[in-house]
């Protein structure tokens, strides 16, 4: 039976990635922060894991959770995840970001070299592009503090790769979504929005820049490809992206028509929430080197993943009123 530890185990991406783990007959150790309260997407399988306390920036508890767990795959998935907060958090951000993976890099190093290690890495670390779609192989040119921490990470994990032989490979990961986003994130506010409008519990939806685009996927099919990574017989760094750049446009219209309603009469614009300066353009990924090496491809397409999302909340928030009128 393999073993696995995972950082960020209560995050989208981590609970996902327990689940696949554990279906594929994995012991499953997470690491939260000291204190941490209880998360609300592993609960479902939280009585199959393993949680333990570590401290992302203290090398030695990163140690002695490796010592006592004793996995034979590490995936670094914890860092914050809302870009724009990352500007009103810079150092909180480079910490856990940066510094943090590079711990748990050394920790690896010092307690057993042949622990194969993924990073969560981002497109966020191309920035304005120089080219697209974006490949292994396209210049790092980040400009929010989140990409350029996501960088330093992603050279960190290529620099222990070249140095120590190490089993280290990076996901460059584009926009993967899912209905265990929190609702800051633009895809479920808009899922969110939509169902609850549908419902009548809801009025309008505000949004900022409509033509701003992304290159869209679904979380479980990305957390395949991190699994995937890991069983290869040489450490690499792959892109995992659908390859498709949609609007916030496109995805508002699919996720309204999919409830049968009209976006326009109920979308309002509202210029302050524009990002401005800080809005990146042109981030599309070419994931060849996935499909070719790891026989990776996505399940969902994005009118499928804009559905999802959409249907979640609907049931999410008729559970909630029926629970409401119960009470």
Not at 102 to 129: C, H, K, M, N
Not at 138 to 146: K, R
Not at 185 to 197: S, W, Y
Not at 282 to 302: I, K, N, P, T, Y
């Amino acid at each position: 039976m393999s073993r696995a530890l995972v950082t960020g185990i209560g995050g989208q991406d981590g609970s996902y990635l327990a689940e696949l783990l554990l279906e594929r007959g994995y012991t499953v150790t997470g690491v939260v922060r000291p204190g941490a309260a209880a998360y609300g997407n592993i609960e479902a399988v939280r009585d199959r894991i393993e949680l333990i306390e570590a401290d992302l920036l203290d090398q030695a508890s990163l140690a002695a959770a490796l010592e006592q767990t004793r996995p034979e795959e590490v995936y670094n998935l914890a860092a914050p995840s809302f870009v724009p907060a990352s500007w009103d958090q810079p150092v909180t951000t480079a910490e856990f970001a940066a510094v943090g993976a590079t711990s748990l890099l050394e920790a690896i190093r010092a307690v057993d070299p042949s622990i194969r290690f993924y990073q969560a890495s981002s497109s966020e670390i191309f920035g304005e592009p120089r080219e697209s779609p974006q490949t292994e192989d396209t210049p790092l040119d980040p400009v929010t503090p989140y990409g350029v921490a996501k960088a330093y990470a992603h050279f960190m994990v290529n620099s222990y790769r070249r140095q120590y032989g190490l089993f280290a490979c990076s996901g460059i990961l584009y926009n993967h979504e899912s209905p265990r986003r929190p609702l800051q994130f633009l895809p479920r506010k808009v899922a969110h929005g939509a169902a609850a409008i549908s419902l009548g519990q809801q009025e309008e939806l505000v949004l900022g820049d409509l033509d701003a685009r992304r290159d869209w996927g679904y979380a479980g099919d990305y957390v395949r490809a991190m699994w995937l990574m890991l069983q290869q017989d040489e450490p690499r760094d792959y892109i995992i992206a659908s390859g498709e750049s949609h609007s916030v446009r496109e995805l508002v219209q699919c996720a309204f028509a999919h409830v049968g309603l009209d976006w326009q009469d109920y979308v309002r614009v509202d210029p302050g929430l524009q990002r401005g300066a800080a809005e990146l353009h042109h981030l599309v990924g070419d994931s060849a080197r996935a499909r070719e090496q790891l026989g990776w491809s996505s399940e969902l397409d994005f009118d499928q993943l804009a559905h999802l999302l959409v249907d979640a909340d609907v049931e999410r928030l008729q559970a909630l009123a029926t629970s409401m009128e119960r009470q």
